[in-house]
C-alpha cells in the first residue's frame, strides 16, 4: 500500500477522492479492519513511530494539492504514536483555515472500530482539561484497566510502593 510521507501530493489516485490514513501496523492489527477501510477510498499508511511525528505539513499539502472529498483517519487506541497522526489531521485543517471533512476512528484493543470527534482529539491535547474530565469521572480507570497494560503496571508498582 501507499505510505503517507512516500506519496506525491498532487498523485492523481489522491485527487478528488476519498483518502484513509491508516497506521501502518493496521492491517496487522485487524485485517477484516484494515480491509473495510481501504474499500473507502485511497488508502495511505503511516507509523509516527517509525517515521517521525511531524507530518501536519504533508497531509496539508495533500489537501491543499489533492483536494480529497474527505479524509478517514484510522489508528490504534492508546499509542501514543498514533495520537499525534490523529492530532496532525486537525492541525492540517488549521493550517490551512478550511473546512475539511474527515472521519476520524480509533481500534479498541485491536478489535472495534470506534468513531471519535476532532473535538475529543482537541482536548486530549490539553492535559489540564483531561485532569478535570477525570476528576469528575474516576470510574473511567476501571474500564481504562482492561486496556492499558501501562495504567495497570502503574497501579502494581504504586501499590508497591505503599508497602
Known amino acids: 500500500m501507499p505510505d503517507l510521507m512516500g506519496t506525491w501530493v ?89 473546512k475539511v471533512e474527515r472521519e476520524h476512528y480509533v481500534v479498541l484493543d485491536g478489535k472495534k472500530l470506534i468513531k471519535i470527534s476532532p473535538e475529543v482529539i482537541r482536548v486530549a491535547r490539553y492535559l489540564s482539561h483531561v485532569e478535570k474530565l477525570l476528576s469528575k469521572n474516576k470510574w473511567i480507570l476501571k474500564e481504562l484497566k482492561q486496556y492499558s497494560k501501562e495504567y495497570t503496571k502503574a497501579i502494581e508498582i504504586s501499590d508497591a510502593e505503599l508497602k
Open 10 to 98: 498532487k498523485a492523481p489516485i489522491l485527487k478528488e477522492q476519498t483518502i484513509v490514513i491508516a497506521s501502518r501496523c493496521l492491517k496487522w492489527v485487524n485485517p477484516r479492519i484494515y480491509k473495510d477501510l481501504s474499500e473507502k477510498g485511497v488508502i495511505l499508511e503511516h507509523c509516527p513511530e517509525q517515521e517521525g511525528q511531524v507530518v501536519y505539513g504533508k497531509i496539508a499539502s495533500i489537501i491543499r494539492s489533492s483536494n480529497p472529498k474527505k479524509l478517514i483517519i484510522a489508528t490504534i487506541d492508546g499509542s501514543p504514536h498514533c495520537f499525534t497522526l490523529q492530532a496532525a489531521v486537525n492541525e492540517a485543517a488549521y493550517i490551512l483555515g478550511e
